[in-house]
């Protein structure tokens, strides 16, 4: 007999059993979860249980946060029954000055999130909260003192009594072995029988990878083998808790890449070592449940020590015992949260390295998001469809190994890691490597982000100010190139285009031969996608988005195409970019082309240099200037001649980071970091482009919280000059209150300012503004207009 629901969730673990539990109490019926062993086997059961609040992300953070209040505080009070989590306090340490840096960002973004995380400033303040600890060579370090650790073992099964009460079912010992859709649903072949679900969630953790291969799905995820000891009783511990002395904080050095925590009168330590040992990357052994794999302490050995010099009393104890066992890594030790690509009604929960720490959030932001139809926060930093096909085998392995080693690595500003690049590479990779271009990685894209020399990472002035200067300043005077090939790219022909285009976001579909942008929005009003949209003909689009968007817009574009005679195609690989900058950009196109150029915010299909292009005239940059939309295998060939043309004019190469100084001179916000779906257009002062006289998705949320008094506002600042220049995730401050947060920021190098784009959750708070920049305040004051050419001026050029 085929047992019907409404949810089918994979996987027993933390994060599986909390989705269960948060569906449940959002009021969905009919759930069940099946689970190939018993609840916990596989990496829940022997995880070492440890709850931080400390993150780089706010979601990120608010995952954790949400998990520590749920094993604290909300399931024993709907249990009657501990989950056994100790509210110790935790700390980090450090001897590197850039450390501090670190500590000092995340402890400001905390301040924001409402969370309380305190910068430890010398030895003597981590010596008063962890006696058991040498000071020798440490400079400081950050106090969480909400953190603690957990039974994951009582917390999975307290979620899973609260959802058996709300009517889910359970499948233990029930394998899953195959999976297809089936009349509009989906029918998973079980060991106990065949289920036929609605919606399926893989929340298999260590089987993601291959639960994801069933499914049709490419989850790049990795079984990394993780170890750590536990202590005979340790003596000085025995005296503290004889002596009624409070339970030690938890204590990290990522220098030495180790932890330890207080186990009752013992201690555990756990290393990271740099060598990371992957495990079973093409399928797991069918017999696998709750096993370990021996010990293999000589791995480690060196790091075990360092943590016995740091802490002597570990040396006390003796080990009693060793867990080696499986975790899972995906690309950037972020989970998989959120709609599987190209599945209907299909979800991933899995790949999280931390699953019992992020596991209680992780469900509850899942649960919001199938119920709701969008995320409760931010979803890019873990949503599944930020890796896409080109994540393979040898990418996921790399990328895994590189994360467990990096586990505790200094997350830089503007950072980019060398593990499995050249995944994707545009037309034009060979000529921008050979004119010197340091290249970033967007979305498997290889990226220009400046010419010149190499660069250290810091979070102070980077080496690679002054080449960005020299490219702000060609682009100023001159003109410039740039490599925009990364950009996601669709085609939308039909019958329906053009309604297709107005119902897909806030704004109207542009006239042929006009470009305009729109923004598509989730069912709560906020920003889910912003498109660049060129009307070719009245059956003809052509949209752009971000690089990092791309198989999200490809399953957006598809799902509002539903009921229209449209064909959307998705043609990023098919078209190269080529951005031509500048005063003198019309003097350069104009030589190699007979063809008319058309005036701003137009399309025109253009022959340039004997090659068919797609020319935009717009300009992200605030100069005159073009997008020139080529095909893939002609993309070189218009380069070359693009350079020839503008040699009187010593044209050159600019990268991403100068566009983004630039684009913040002219108050010009960005998807994936100004733009999100917690926040409308209108609060990122796109309210302009809102036509609310037409059906679209979000439109009565939209305009129903435009009039809200208590919507944030997007304002540019600037700032005082300091040694270094902000980023991101700032707060910004009015007196002793923290009223917004800083989501982008440069040095303008055409202006001479010090720029950043923030939201001030109190639109009121206008006036006595700082913000915190690595723990020290700077005074900001809001622009009312846009500090470089305010009219526009310079991007209309002699075309009106």
Not at 75 to 86: K, N, Y
Not at 423 to 432: A, G, I, N, Q, V
Not at 568 to 585: E, H, K, Q
Not at 688 to 698: A, N, Q, R, S
Request: aromatic share 8%.
């Amino acid at each position: 007999m085929t047992t019907e629901a409404q949810v089918l969730i994979i996987g027993g673990g933390a994060m599986g059993v909390s989705l269960m539990y948060h569906l449940v109490k959002a009021g969905w019926k009919d759930i069940v979860l099946t689970e190939k062993n018993d609840l916990t086997h596989g990496s829940t059961w022997h995880a070492a249980g440890l709850c931080t609040h400390f993150a780089h992300n706010p979601t990120i953070q608010e995952l954790r946060a949400t998990s520590v209040r749920l094993y604290r505080d909300i399931l024993p009070a709907e249990t009657g029954e501990s989950c056994g989590f100790h509210r110790s306090g935790a700390m980090r340490i450090t001897s590197n000055p850039d450390r501090m840096d670190e500590f000092a960002h995340v402890a400001g973004l905390s301040k924001f999130t409402g969370y309380e995380l305190r910068l430890l400033k010398s030895p003597e303040e981590v010596a008063a909260l962890h006696p058991l600890a040498r000071t020798e060579g440490i400079l400081g370090g950050i106090y969480e003192p909400d953190d603690g650790h957990v039974d994951p073992t009582l917390a999975t099964n307290a979620m899973a009594k609260v959802a058996r009460a709300g009517g889910a079912t359970i499948l233990r010992w029930n394998p899953v072995h195959a999976i297809r859709r089936e009349n509009g649903h989906w029918l998973v072949e079980t060991r106990q029988g065949p289920i036929r679900a609605r919606h399926i969630v893989n929340a298999a953790g260590t089987w993601g990878w291959e639960i994801g291969a069933m499914m049709g799905a490419n989850v790049p995820s990795v079984p990394v083998l993780h170890q750590y000891l536990v202590t005979d009783t340790v003596p000085a511990v025995a005296e503290r808790i004889a002596a009624g002395l409070p339970e030690l904080p938890m204590i990290r050095d990522p220098e030495e890449s180790w932890y330890v925590r207080q186990e009752r009168d013992a201690l555990i330590l756990g290393p990271y070592e740099k060598d990371a040992q992957v495990w079973s990357v093409d399928g797991v052994p069918p017999e696998f449940g709750a096993e370990l794999m021996a010990p293999d302490l000589d791995r480690v050995e060196h790091i075990l020590l360092a943590a016995m010099a740091r802490i002597p009393a570990l040396e006390t104890g003796g080990v009693k015992s060793v867990v080696n066992g499986p975790i899972t890594f995906t690309p950037d030790a972020n989970p998989l949260i959120g709609p599987a690509w190209g599945l209907p009604n299909a979800w991933l929960l899995t790949g999280s390295s931390m699953g019992v720490m992020e596991g209680g959030g992780s469900g509850w932001f899942l649960a919001h998001w199938m119920t709701r139809g969008a995320p409760p926060m931010d979803a890019l930093a873990v949503d599944s469809r930020r890796f896409g096909p080109w994540a393979d085998r040898d990418y996921r392995v790399q990328k895994a190994i590189e994360c467990f080693g990096l586990q505790f690595g200094v997350h830089y500003p503007h950072e980019e890691r060398p593990a499995a690049r050249g995944k994707r590479l545009t037309p034009l990779y060979d000529l921008m490597q050979e004119r010197g271009a340091q290249m970033g990685a967007a979305y498997g894209w290889e990226r220009p982000n400046w010419f010149g020399g190499p660069a250290a990472p810091t979070f102070r002035r980077p080496d690679w100010f002054e080449s960005v200067a020299r490219e702000c300043r060609m682009v100023t005077t001159s003109a410039g190139l740039a490599d925009m090939s990364v950009f996601s790219k669709f085609e939308v022909t039909g019958r329906d285009a053009r309604a297709f285009v107005d119902r897909l976001g806030c704004n109207l579909a542009p006239q042929p031969g006009r470009v305009g942008l729109t923004y598509a929005l989730s069912p709560a009003g906020g920003t889910e996608s912003e498109f660049t949209v060129a009307c070719l003909a009245e059956d003809h689009f052509y949209l752009t988005s971000a690089a990092a968007a791309e198989m999200r817009d490809d399953d957006l574009l598809r799902a509002r195409a539903a009921g229209l005679d449209v064909t959307i195609s998705r043609v990023t690989d098919a078209f190269a970019v080529i951005g031509l900058m500048g005063p003198r950009s019309q003097a350069i196109l104009e030589r190699l082309t007979a063809d008319k150029v058309g005036p701003w915010m137009s399309v025109r299909q253009m022959i340039i240099a004997g090659i068919p292009v797609r020319a935009m005239r717009l300009s992200y940059v605030g100069e005159l200037g073009w997008e020139l939309h080529v095909a893939a295998d002609r993309a070189a060939e218009l380069f070359l001649a693009l350079e020839r043309s503008g040699a009187p004019e010593e044209i050159g190469c600019f990268g991403a980071y100068a566009m983004n100084a630039m684009r913040l001179e002219k108050c010009y916000a960005a998807w994936g970091s100004d733009f999100t779906t917690e926040r409308t257009p209108a609060e990122t002062g796109m309210g302009f482009l809102v036509k609310p006289d037409h059906e679209f998705i979000g439109r009565d949320a939209l305009v129903r919280r435009m009039a809200e008094e208590n919507r944030w506002d997007m304002v540019l600042l600037e700032l005082d000059p300091g040694e270094a220049d902000p980023y991101y995730s700032h707060g910004v401050w009015q007196r002793d209150r923290c009223v917004g947060v800083v989501t982008s920021a440069a040095y303008g190098h055409r202006t001479g300012k010090v720029l950043a784009l923030a939201y001030l959750r109190d639109r009121h708070a206008r006036d006595g503004l700082e913000v915190e920049v690595l723990g020290k305040r700077r005074g900001a004051r809001i622009l009312s207009e846009a500090p470089f050419d305010p009219g526009n001026l310079r991007m209309r050029g002699a075309q009106q």
